[in-house]
């Protein structure tokens, strides 16, 4: 596709359940990163791939949290047993390598 | 740690020109960014800029970049209501790894 693909748009679960999120990076682009986006803030570095080397998981909240890419294409951060503080949006980016990252529109997650 | 800050916000009329600053403490920062988030939608790159370089300008944009005091600054000049957003500095080691990002400036234009 043209751009960074995020899906779903909009999350909403109870308290306690696992979620799933999806990023469709631009083809091509051999790294991938999550951040967190609370509300009114910043973007939190989460978690970075490149290509086939271990992931840079070092901004991963906790162990709840966890990340997966096949290969150089899509990627899922799952967050287990959610809690109320995990509510934010969740953007993707992608690059080139030692490139410029461009973004997803991010997936807006919220916790009841 | 890296540390990034922005103002919250900025109040310009249409027309006028608006200076968002940003000051960062890593002076390992190589690449530093500029960019526009939007009600709703992700993050747009406006621009970027090599801490080798003071000032960069692209079209109603110029970027200031004082390494010493490790400012950076964005300039819209003649600023449109479409430039009502919020806007983040970003910086980085490398253009590869990872942003590290301000809490954003949230721009209004007021016509």
């Known amino acids: 596709g043209a751009g960074v693909s995020q899906s779903p748009s909009n999350k909403v679960t109870e308290k306690g359940k696992d979620v799933e999120l999806r990023c469709d990076p631009i083809?091509?682009?051999?790294?991938l990163y999550w951040y967190r986006q609370r509300l009114g803030q910043g973007l939190e570095f989460l978690i970075y791939f490149q290509g086939n080397s271990a992931p840079d998981k070092s901004g991963l909240p906790s162990d709840r949290f966890s990340a997966e890419r096949t290969g150089e294409s899509v990627s899922t951060l799952t967050i287990q047993r959610t809690q109320q503080e995990d509510s934010a949006v969740y953007l993707c980016a992608s690059s080139l390598v030692s490139e410029i990252q461009y973004f997803g529109a991010g997936t807006r997650l919220s916790v009841l | 740690g890296e540390d990034v800050e922005q103002s919250l916000f900025l109040s310009v009329r249409e027309g006028d020109s608006s200076v968002i600053n940003c000051t960062y403490t890593?002076?390992?920062?190589?690449?530093l960014y500029w960019y526009k988030q939007e009600p709703g939608a992700g993050l747009q790159l406006l621009t970027y800029i090599f801490s080798n370089m003071d000032m960069k300008q692209d079209q109603r944009l110029t970027v200031l970049l004082n390494k010493k005091d490790k400012h950076l600054s964005l300039r819209i000049a003649d600023t449109q209501t479409g430039d009502s957003a919020i806007y983040f500095c970003a910086e980085s080691r490398n253009a590869g790894n990872m942003l590290t990002f301000g809490g954003g400036t949230r721009l209004m234009v007021k016509p």
């Open positions: 890593d002076s390992s920062s190589t690449y």
């Open positions: 083809s091509g682009h051999t790294a």
